[in-house]
């Protein structure tokens, strides 16, 4: 039977992958990276599309062609070089001042949303489902690879997988055991830092796996990022506190906890991480009001800030 993804399911599936290209569940539409040693060059995006790829040049020339696009006019003169993948983009302040900003603009988010669905999630289901995988696990390991290595890299992984024993004689959890530790030997002898750095997807799958959540049931954290349905549907996690993690902490509720604290006279940025300068700004809140200067921000701290 092939893979039958509820919407729940999706949007989970996702948002893992989205963790693991943004660091927050529902994406970072608006994030532009330059890796040092990134051979894809400027990513962008939900997904972290990127330049040498192709996939950035697609992701801007539907944004642009789309009716109601903010930032057109700024972007489409940079279509030609987008399409030739010209290095120099890398360094190109302004596109990427243009790109941050588009990524607010509700049209930018529904052409990456269609983008990344019909580019790579509905294939990786596809792929997935001719294997014979049934699980949302199994599918969203698959949905990873894509992202991150494209079809070709999928199937060179599962090539190798294969010679460990075929997913119909071990049945779809042995195979896709066999397949997360096969990708992260792959990932981690690679020459490129960055890749070599990305073993820690392998390392959140084989937690899945080991806690048995092959239905990707909720709630779950991923690579130090809390999901639930909450979550998932833009709400703050409730209860959640707040502390200085490796990776940081992200979220809604992390916003709405630095724009209480902006609101209070306190220098933080509102961006939704909770790194050393909000612990501080946190930390100094408590201490004013005679709370234990921890830098931890839970029930007591959200309350004084009049937050549920």
Known sequence: MPIAYTELQTQTGQAIVNVFE??????????VTLAQGDVGGLS?????????????????AAYCAAPGAQFAAGLTPYLPALQACDPTLNDDAALKSLLAQAGADPV??????DYFDRTFWTPAIDAANTLGATTGLGGTITYDSYIQSGPGGW???AAQTDAQGTFAAIG?????????????????????????????RMDAFQ?????????LALPITVHGVYIDANVLSGQAPAGRTLRVTTPFMTGSDVTALQQALAN?????????????????AVQQFESARGLAADGIAGPSVRAALGLS
């Open 155 to 157: 199937q060179a992984r």
């Open 172 to 200: 779809e959890r042995a195979w896709y055991g066999n397949y997360v530790a096969v990708r992260r030997a792959w990932l981690a002898a690679s020459s490129s830092a960055p890749v070599r750095a990305s073993v820690y």
């Open 108 to 113: 930018m988010r529904a052409v990456q949303d």
């Open 22 to 31: 943004t660091g927050q569940a529902l994406g970072n539409y608006a994030q």
């Open 207 to 215: 937690s899945l796996i080991d806690a048995g959540n092959w239905e």
């Open 264 to 280: 209070a006279g306190y220098q933080v940025s509102v961006d939704g991480v909770y790194g050393p300068a909000t612990a501080a």
């Open 44 to 60: 962008y995006g939900r997904s972290q599309v990127s330049l040498t790829s192709g996939n950035l040049y697609q992701v801007v």
